[in-house]
């Protein structure tokens, strides 16, 4: 390889660390940001790389998961962070788990003792695009370089969100009680609708107000807030919130009917097996083109995951429901990748800008790692002059990558599972589903493993 290559690394996360570490064991000189100690972000506190924050765990590993099939992909791209994360692993069942002092501190030492690394611990202001340069800095990117992006992607294409929605997935829907329409009869039957009578939605109400809220950091706090009026004396519970994306816990603590005139009002529907408006309606909107997951519109909330699947599940047809991301609530900033980015992970107008990790849509640890990855050989097609092909989209790689491309006017993070994967083939297609996502794994490895061996043989 050309000792002259050299890319420019943003960032020493976790998908910044796996880039540059990739990159220069095929022998490109990297040279890597990072503004720890020099400045830390509100969540973070240590200055080594892959600083690992709200939790410890990798997820699980076992091949017919989705986190464990991502985790073989990365293997079979040369991932360095997952032998780190395997060498300091800490008990926890089927998951991998790690000391996460221990990780950060191995992946610091990794990357410091890589002598095609060179580290500048100071803050990266601006992006020269010269040469190519990847953006890894995170999902709380500010100051002058989130303006930086800004400039370069248009100022609605940069995006923060207080609260996001979950996501269920269309096969475990009870479509005995679902119905499709839209309401007034307008369009094509968009949404997925379930319907309540009155005594059902007291007792969702009550559940909802009664659920209990997950504490937010200090950096999670809104502007502009709308005061919760269930709060006072709650510290958990005080939160801060815009107008626009409403937690709907809060909506609900402002009255029995307040969301029946907001994201669950029944207007201009009619339930097919009463002939009667419902009472109240929540609204599943499809996530992705497939059709295979849907979000609950109107659904922002900052309750504690376990009891967003007790009380999420009260709604009709939910019963039985998969959810592949449940809702959260803080800060993030994040590209409106349809828009701007390229299945390359570079900006459509900027082609020497190229972005990795949570900045681009990419949700969670291994993810971001992944997307690290998948940058970096990006790159390095860029800097060999060879063309290079994202991951067919049966491959997890290749599904967040169309997730992350596809045109999508609601745009917001996803991590990895399997409801994004295209479905086996009708003759083809197990029963047990546990049996239906080894098989749909397999297949995403043995086509991850073509695309590897084919053009894009690096």
């Known amino acids: 390889m050309n000792e002259r290559l050299h890319v420019t690394i943003l960032g020493a996360g976790l998908a910044g660390c796996e880039a540059a570490l990739w990159l220069a064991g095929q022998g490109v000189d990297v040279t890597l940001w990072e503004q720890k100690p020099a400045r830390f972000s509100p969540a973070h506190k240590s200055p080594g790389f892959a600083e690992l924050i709200c939790s410890n765990s990798l997820k699980a590993e076992r091949l017919d998961s989705a986190s464990g099939l991502l985790k073989e992909e990365m293997r079979r791209m040369g991932s360095h962070l997952l032998p780190a994360a395997e060498a300091v692993r800490v008990a926890a069942g089927g998951a991998l788990a790690v000391d996460r002092d221990a990780f950060s501190a191995r992946v610091t030492a990794m990357v410091e003792a890589e002598r095609r690394i060179t580290v500048r ?51 475990s829907l009870d479509y005995d009680r679902v119905f499709a329409a839209s309401r007034y009869g307008r369009g094509e039957a968009d949404y997925l609708n379930c319907p309540f009578n009155k005594a059902e939605y007291e007792a969702f109400h009550a559940a909802l107000v009664a659920a209990e809220r997950a504490p937010l950091h200090d950096f999670d706090q809104g502007a502009k807030a709308a005061p919760d009026p269930d709060a006072v004396g709650k510290k958990a519970d005080t939160v801060a919130v815009y107008e626009g994306c409403m937690p ?23 339930d097919p097996r009463t002939g009667h408006r419902p009472w109240a309606n929540v609204q599943l909107r499809a996530e992705n083109q497939e059709r295979t997951l849907y979000n609950i519109v109107g659904f922002q909330t900052n309750l504690k995951w376990g009891e967003q699947k007790r009380v999420f599940s009260m709604i009709p ?38 972005f990795a990790g949570q900045i681009t849509g990419f949700e969670g640890y291994m993810e971001s790692a992944a997307c690290g990855l998948l940058a970096a050989r990006s790159i390095l097609a860029r800097l060999s002059g060879r063309s290079w092909s994202a991951p067919p989209p049966d491959t997890m790689c290749g599904a967040l990558l169309q997730y992350l491309t596809a045109e999508n006017k609601h745009f917001q993070p996803m991590g990895a599972n399997m409801g994004i994967l295209p479905p086996l083939p009708p003759e083809s297609r197990p ?28």
């Open 121 to 171: 611990r100071e803050e990266a202001v601006s992006i020269d695009e010269s040469s190519p340069v990847l953006v890894a800095t995170g999902p709380l990117t500010e100051g002058a370089l989130a303006e930086e992006i800004a400039r370069l992607t248009g100022d609605s294409r940069l995006h923060f969100y207080d609260a996001v929605a979950p996501i269920v997935t269309a096969e």
């Open 317 to 354: 047809g939910l019963g039985q429901a998969e959810f592949v991301r449940y809702g959260v609530m803080h800060r993030n900033t994040f590209l409106d990748a349809p828009r701007v980015l390229t299945a390359g992970l570079y900006l459509k107008e900027h082609p020497n800008v190229f």
């Open 431 to 458: 029963r047990d589903k546990r049996l239906r996502y080894m098989a749909q794994a397999e297949r995403a490895v043995e086509s991850f493993q073509r695309w590897l061996d084919g053009p894009n043989a690096l």
């Open 248 to 270: 709907i816990e809060i909506m609900a603590a402002r009255g029995a009917d307040t969301m029946r005139y907001g994201p669950l009002r029944p207007v201009g529907l009619v």
